[in-house]
């Protein structure tokens, strides 16, 4: 007789993922969860690396990790949502992630941080009132060889200054 079709193993379906073809994060996401041999006991430490690297937790890393660790996504998704450390996808419209690792860092990262800080009036992790964008931070990108780095809605700019990421904001507010 013959079996039923085996269901798409989970690592497999990860390769599926667009994102994570051509994303360098995603390469050093796997590359810590292969260091924790894929545990599922990982599961915290791999979110934590998860949101260093993109500054927050969207679903399509979520499902990434689910399927790495090979891990029901509701229990990725329970776990993320129930602990205060993590922050889930932003509420803003447009997403702005300023890498704040040491070789952005040194080339200027926080001044484009504060520049836009002070454009939006918020602060890192907030969305401004009118829910067009959040900001947030990261801890190196994977990107060091382009840095400053700054990601716009899941776009990897390289050296970014505060002029340019301030006229990427404008596009997405009225100044
Ligand atoms: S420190 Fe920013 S990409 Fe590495």
Known sequence: MALPPSPEK???AARYLPQAAGDKRF???EAHIKKFQHRHDALIE???????LFGYLEDDVLRYVAAQLKLPASRVYGVATFYHFFT???QGAHTCVVCLGTACYVKGANRVLAAVEQ???IKAGETTPDNQVSLLT???IGACGIAPAVVYDGT???RQSPESALAQINQWVTP
């Open 156 to 158: 990897v700019t390289p």
């Open 119 to 121: 454009q939006l009036h």
């Open 46 to 52: 791999v979110l934590h690396k998860a949101q260093e």
């Open 27 to 29: 390469k050093i996401l």
């Open 10 to 12: 989970p690592r497999i």
């Open 88 to 90: 889930l996808k932003p």
């Open 138 to 140: 990261a801890r190196c």
